[in-house]
């Protein structure tokens, strides 16, 4: 036969102490008979003790290696990616901007900063994101030119764990055509 014990919370007290993994359990049952249970985790040969430990979760962080904006910034310079009104465009950014410590699998979305305020990509019918190829996509409308004064967007790519996310935020300005080289003329 077993005794049974219920524990009343305001009886109960614990400390751990971790140079010597000694748990020491101080507690009054329900007819006030103090108990006193010692755990030594390094000498554990009673088969009704289970020691448990666990870590907390190290959200993923932006890899310093992989600044999207860096990215970004260089794919303009090249011409790889421009910004016009009513023009496609197309934006990528590499995994490994991204870093988990414990490696657990990154999941992606992006949202619109609208004047200092987070909306919903998903607000927006000019742009979408493709969270597998990590891939931004979208035609800039005549109409977002003719409201917005400043010409620039911003998004933010968040990156997420399943436990805790973090985020990269990229700014782009856009025009209502494409940028002009200056063409040498021939003076005749």
Not at 26 to 38: E, G, S
Not at 147 to 175: K, P, W
Not at 181 to 187: G, K, L
Request: charged share 20%; hydrophobic share 35%; proline share 5%.
């Amino acid at each position: 036969a077993s005794l049974r014990y219920a524990l009343k919370p305001e009886y109960a007290s614990e400390t751990l102490d971790p140079s010597t993994v000694l748990l020491s359990l101080k507690m009054q049952d329900y007819i006030n008979v103090d108990l006193a249970i010692n755990v030594d985790a390094n000498n554990i040969s009673d088969p009704h003790f289970l020691l448990s430990t666990f870590t907390l979760n190290s959200g993923p962080t932006a890899n310093t290696q992989f600044i999207i904006q860096d990215q970004l910034d260089e794919d303009l310079a090249s011409g790889k990616v421009n910004f016009v009104v009513q023009k496609a465009f197309v934006i990528d950014f590499d995994k490994s901007s991204f870093i988990d410590p414990e490696n657990d699998p990154l999941s992606f979305s992006v949202d619109w900063i609208d004047n200092g305020i987070t909306k919903s990509l998903g607000e927006l019918s000019w742009i979408t994101f493709e969270s597998e190829s990590r891939t931004i996509a979208g035609v800039i409308p005549e109409e977002l030119a003719r409201t917005d004064t400043e010409n620039v967007v911003t998004l933010r790519i968040n990156a997420s764990d399943g436990y805790s996310t973090t985020f990269q935020d990229i700014t782009f300005r856009y025009f209502n055509r494409p940028p002009s080289v200056p063409s040498q003329i021939d003076n005749y």
